[in-house]
């Protein structure tokens, strides 16, 4: 259960396609304009759930381990990561803890007691509600290629840049929303999350994050 949870720590990642060569560096006024487009649409985000699918690659892995399940936020920051496929593993962060169902093997972590948890656990929900680009934590970097905009975030932390190289958020341009999450590690493994069928808005009971 410790490596399930270091594990889904290090990729949020707790979300975009591979990114491709024409790739391009965002001018100052495209990341002005981004970050504002991201801004609107986020404050108009109360509820939130997607599906999605999580490729861990290895190196020595010839098929990247693929898991799947359904995502689920509630503001200010309620948040919910259902994995169904292959194996049932429920994680919620909630009023400052991590709480885990692991196939019905129930645990709690308090994010305070974790710089690391609680960094990853701003940017994730960050990622969803908006407020994410202030973040003195790291440094940022926006690109875009015809149908996304990719920011990247680099941490200046010498203790997470140990586990973290690089976290990718590929965000769609039609609805500003993100649509993908890359982690690259300190090697050359890295953990893609892909979401898609999302619903906005629906009604969702705070019984839901119940672990």
């Known amino acids: 259960?410790?490596?399930?949870?270091?594990?889904?720590?290090?990729?949020?990642?707790?979300?975009?396609?591979?990114?491709?060569?024409q790739e391009q560096k965002m001018s100052d006024s495209e990341i002005t304009a981004f970050k504002q487009s991201v801004n609107v649409v986020s404050k108009k985000i109360k509820t939130l759930s997607t599906d999605f699918v999580q490729y861990k690659h290895l190196d020595f892995l010839s098929k990247d381990i693929?898991?799947?399940?359904?995502?689920?936020?509630k503001e200010p920051s309620l948040l919910q990561w259902q994995y169904k496929k292959p194996y049932n593993y429920t994680i919620v962060?909630?009023?400052?803890?991590?709480?885990?169902?692991?196939e019905g093997k129930k645990s709690a972590v308090d994010i305070g007691n974790s710089k690391i948890f609680s960094r990853i656990n701003k940017l994730i929900v960050g990622s969803v509600s908006g407020d994410m680009f202030?973040?003195?934590?790291?440094?940022?970097?926006?690109?875009?290629s015809k149908n996304q905009n990719i920011a990247k975030f680099i941490p200046k932390d010498a203790t997470l840049k140990k586990y973290i190289k690089q976290i990718e958020l590929t965000f769609d341009?039609?609805?500003?929303?993100?649509?993908?999450?890359?982690?690259?590690?300190?090697?050359?493994?890295?953990t893609r999350i892909v979401l898609k069928n999302k619903v906005i808005n629906a009604k969702i009971d705070d019984s839901v994050f119940t672990n």
């Open 66 to 73: 693929e898991t799947s399940g359904k995502m689920i936020f």
């Open 93 to 102: 962060f909630k009023n400052g803890k991590i709480l885990i169902n692991d």
């Open 134 to 144: 202030d973040d003195k934590e790291f440094s940022i970097s926006y690109f875009k």
């Open 173 to 190: 341009k039609e609805d500003a929303t993100v649509v993908q999450v890359k982690l690259l590690e300190s090697s050359e493994d890295y």
């Open 1 to 21: 259960m410790k490596t399930k949870i270091y594990l889904f720590v290090i990729i949020l990642n707790l979300f975009v396609l591979n990114t491709f060569a």
